[in-house]
């Protein structure tokens, strides 16, 4: 999933673009990715409902200026995402 983030979505030219994971005190990130002067942070939802988002919230908290983003249930759809320039 974090290789098709990369492939299809980020605009720079990065040779080594970078893709991290995030988490502490027991809250997470699934995917943290700089893209120029932006920071997103995404969570990647399955199943029917949306979930728990505090990791979410808690990146924020350190990081107000990064774009959270929900991929998936209860977010922007996976296929917008990937077929959207």
Known sequence: MGAELLARKLTHSSTQPALYYWHEAGREVDYVLPDGRELFALEVKSG?????????????????????????????????????P
């Open 48 to 84: 029917r409902q949306r979930g728990n988002v505090s990791g979410l919230d808690a990146f924020r908290t350190g990081f107000p200026k990064a774009r959270p983003l929900v991929l998936g249930s209860g977010g922007l759809d996976l296929h917008r995402w990937f077929t959207t």
